[in-house]
């Protein structure tokens, strides 16, 4: 056969293969998705309670998808650092993002200028889990429930301290959340970070302080701090005897620490659909379940579309509570 009869039979094939597929036979012939290792960048450190997380799911995707998947951690710099890095990665699958609430849905209102635009530069793959946070006193303080705290807040203006993580955290802008929906008069004092929280909580510098799960549920096991109420709309399996903010008067009470991972805008869709079913398969594991409840929360999952409405849904809730707040940093 000569060559221009095999460029004729080359060409015939193609046109056959798209009129019955769509899809040009030289992009059908390229290998499938995963062909290679894949990533997980996470802008905490090694060792943490996000780090784990990712290290657990990077495990199961790795069986899901026939393929390695591993973590890579990018600390620093408010969660800037591994958003850029993800943000500018190549838009092919290999390198995602596992970020949080904070990251996604309070830095846009907490900071004037960001490297990154958590709804333009991502695709919401899936939402991971739903973590809540529950509202803890030093032992000595004489409250057993939250509306004995907001009485005693309310006879003790300005005499009480709480603690957080940071200015602009979850736990920082729940308390102020609270502080304006019951009127206290409660004095913030940032940390660097939430085990330097909890143990001055522990040894009575400061009076309270909102935490999740992860952070303080080993403590109020042992008996070194107390439990007040947590942060959820109805009680959770792992916490059943402690009331929600909603069931001791205050109505529409409700704060979320969450993680989900992320792709960089422009990753085709089949892959984002293919991670999409793999992690929704995972959160339906009953041991991956248990390891969620563990850790003070509640797996997640559904849909890409249902994870971006939730987190435009999140960045709405908290813009006002920051600027209420006054929380700002350049």
Not at 55 to 66: C, E, K, M, W, Y
Not at 90 to 113: E, R, V
Not at 165 to 175: E, F, K, R
Not at 297 to 322: D, Q
């Amino acid at each position: 056969m000569t060559r221009s009869s095999l460029t004729r039979r080359r060409l015939l094939c193609e046109s056959l293969a798209f009129a019955v597929t769509g899809v040009p036979l030289a992009a059908s012939a390229q290998p499938s998705w995963p062909a290679r290792p894949v990533r997980i960048l996470t802008g905490t450190p090694a060792g943490d309670s996000t780090d784990a997380s990712a290290r657990q799911i990077a495990q199961r995707l790795s069986t899901a998808l026939g393929q390695s998947v591993y973590v890579e951690n990018r600390p620093g710099a408010h969660g800037f650092i591994v958003a850029e890095a993800v943000k500018s990665a190549p838009k092919d699958g290999y390198t995602l993002l596992m970020s949080s609430g904070g990251q996604m849905a309070i830095n846009p209102s907490l900071y004037k200028k960001m490297p990154y635009d958590p709804v333009k530069d991502f695709v919401p793959v899936t939402q991971i889990n739903n973590g809540f946070l529950y509202l803890a006193v030093n032992n000595a303080l004489p409250v057993k429930d939250v509306k004995e705290f907001i009485a005693y807040a309310k006879a003790n203006p300005g005499k009480l301290s709480y603690g957080s993580g940071g200015s602009g955290t979850t736990q920082h802008l729940t308390m102020e959340m609270l502080k304006k929906r019951a009127d206290l008069d409660i004095a913030h004092i940032p940390y660097r970070g939430s085990p330097l929280v909890v143990q001055d909580l522990i040894g009575g510098q400061i009076a309270c302080a909102f935490d999740a799960g992860a952070s303080i549920l080993p403590h109020a096991r042992q008996g070194k701090v107390r439990l007040l109420g947590i942060t959820s709309p109805t009680r959770l399996a792992s916490t059943s005897e402690l009331a929600t903010f909603q069931e001791q008067g205050l109505p529409g009470f409700e704060a979320r620490v969450w993680s989900g991972l992320f792709a960089p805008t422009g990753t085709p869709q089949p892959v984002v659909a293919r991670l999409n079913a793999a992690m929704n398969q995972m959160l339906r594991e009953p041991d991956f379940i248990a390891f969620v409840r563990s850790n003070g929360g509640e797996p997640a999952g559904g849909s890409s579309e249902e994870f971006g409405r939730f987190l435009s849904s999140e960045i709405a809730k908290w813009a006002p509570v920051v600027r209420d707040s006054g929380a700002q940093v350049d």
